[in-house]
């Protein structure tokens, strides 16, 4: 049974990872560099603009604080990318009717159960 401190590892692990994505995402999205990319999410994420950046160097004591709204973010960022992946699956099957793609309708579903998200399937 994992003790108060390796939860708290685990979770921070995985902070670290949601904003490590949402910035890498950006920075690819936007053209940002990284200082304004962590700006960027932070500001999204209701926070102070150095929040994202001092999180990531290990300059914050209080882990706590940042959880909320980064899981929050995180799971919209998640949706979003589910919703371009449907726009890409309906795309293919119009210009691919002959392929199967009941891998990726499957794949798609699943992420969408497991963000127990309210994005509608699209058919």
């Known amino acids: 049974m994992p003790n108060d401190v390796e939860k708290s ?7 670290e990872e ?13 053209g940002l560099k990284r200082p304004f990319a962590q700006r960027e999410i932070s500001l999204r994420a209701g926070m102070a603009a150095s929040a994202v950046e001092n999180f990531q160097r290990g300059r914050l004591k ?3 604080r940042l959880s909320g709204p980064i899981k929050t973010l995180y799971a919209a960022f998640l949706e979003r990318q589910i919703t371009s992946l449907q726009s890409e699956l309906v795309y293919a ?5 002959q392929r199967d793609f009941r891998t990726a309708e499957i794949a798609i579903e699943t992420a969408r159960k497991a963000l127990g998200s309210k994005i509608e399937a699209v058919e």
């Open 93 to 97: 099957r119009a210009t691919e009717p």
């Open 18 to 30: 949601m904003a490590d994505r949402m910035v890498g995402a950006e920075i690819k999205a936007a």
């Open 9 to 15: 590892a685990v979770s921070v692990t995985t902070l």
């Open 62 to 64: 209080n882990v706590e």
